[in-house]
């Protein structure tokens, strides 16, 4: 018989990821850990939204694979990635702690990375562009509801899709994009981000918030949006030459690697580095509850 052989795992010089929103039922938590466990890269940068303390604070919800996604990170950054967390508004909690760590993972407002060609990239979430969330919190959480029933919605069709054997498919976007003031909401978004990072003397800016993946070019700065693993399920690479591409990552491989759901050989992680996000996300909805 033919041995069956494994594709190898691409080794990226940088991965760039956000909107995750662990804590929401919206999470595609199993996507993205399949992802990290067929990509890896020097550099882990998590850019906003990876904790939803806005959906925990309604209602705790944190299944199983949403752990896992915790643990796959943890364990990339054990194994000597460097991981920098940038957080957002929805993990604003994170922000209390600039410049400490969460075990082998760095907390910034912000950061400047440089690509192996030499361009510098403003790395931000870019929450502090979206006038609703700054300076209208109440608005922004009624906003929130509206996006839950379109998110509720794109399950229930992923479910019947999947069963009928079609592929993902994104109604919250769909629907997102049929409306003229969200289109020209993006528009206005990306032309401050890039403005933001030519005002740091930048060559272009990677940002996430708004779940609406992009790689392009305005007013001559490189405007780079990750997208997010609620909807696009989208990430971007740095190559070891300094090109940027995006990577959407819709369905789930064949061959799973046995260290998904748990560390190696079974063993429990230690509690000193597990419970790090997970645990103050708690305690501070606890406390605003």
């Given amino acids: 018989m033919p041995m069956t052989h494994h594709a190898p795992i691409p080794m990226y010089r940088t991965l760039f990821l956000s909107d995750v929103h662990l804590g929401s039922r919206a999470a595609q938590a199993e996507l993205l850990i399949d992802f990290l466990d067929r990509h890896d890269a020097e550099t882990i940068y998590l850019v906003g939204d990876i904790v939803d303390g806005w959906r925990l604070k309604r209602s705790w919800h944190w299944p199983p694979s949403h752990n896992d996604v915790v643990r796959k990170i943890l364990g990339k950054a054990r194994k000597g990635t460097r991981v920098i967390y940038v957080p957002g508004n929805h993990d604003e909690f994170a922000r209390d702690f600039l410049g400490r760590h969460f075990g082998d993972i760095e907390v910034k407002l912000n950061d400047v990375h440089e690509t192996a060609d030499g361009r510098r990239f403003l790395v931000m979430h870019g929450d502090e562009f979206d006038v609703v969330v700054r300076n209208a919190r109440l608005l922004a959480y009624l906003g929130d509801f509206g996006y839950d029933a379109a998110i509720a919605i794109n399950h229930v ?133």
Avoid at 194 to 204: H, L, Q, T
Wanted: hydrophobic share 40%.
């Fill in 157 to 289: 069709l992923n479910m019947v899709r999947r069963r009928i054997g079609f592929g993902y498919w994104s109604f919250s976007s769909w629907v997102k994009f049929k409306v003229k003031n969200a289109v020209a909401f993006i528009g206005a978004f990306e032309t401050a981000l890039a403005n933001e990072a030519s005002r740091w003397n930048c060559d272009g800016v990677i940002c996430g918030h708004i779940h609406h993946p992009q790689i392009a070019m305005r007013g001559g700065i490189e405007y780079v949006n990750t997208g997010d693993w609620v909807e696009s399920c989208s990430a971007v690479a740095e190559r070891h030459d300094g090109q940027l591409e995006l990577i959407r990552w819709t369905h789930v491989g064949d061959a799973r690697r046995p260290d998904l759901a748990m560390p190696p050989s079974g063993r429990r992680m230690s509690p000193s580095t597990e419970p790090d996000l997970v645990s103050i996300a708690a305690e501070r909805v606890r406390c605003a509850s």
